[in-house]
């Protein structure tokens, strides 16, 4: 079984995605576990999330092209162990 990785991001949402449900798909699309770190989301602005995710090397670059894909901007934002927001 292929060994796991965490990727940690910035996602700044449009406006016209802040309804979906993006994190259902990265779960059950791209087999990814989420964590959210941080999150401003507002349906007149667009939005903002930090979020940590976690999958094989192969789902995590499937599911930040996705992302980018759908008009997200995805900047990652480190990758220490012990990181915290």
Do not use: C
């Amino acid at each position: 079984m292929p060994e796991t990785e965490h990727l940690r991001v910035q996602l700044d949402y449009p406006l016209d995605q802040v309804k979906e449900p993006i994190i259902y798909h990265l779960v059950t699309e791209f087999r990814l576990i989420p964590n959210i770190r941080r999150a401003n989301i507002d349906v007149h602005s667009g939005g903002m999330m930090v979020l940590e995710m976690e999958g094989v090397k192969a789902d995590l670059e499937a599911g930040v092209a996705y992302l980018r894909g759908l008009g997200i901007t995805v900047t990652e934002v480190g990758s220490e162990t012990s990181w915290t927001i």
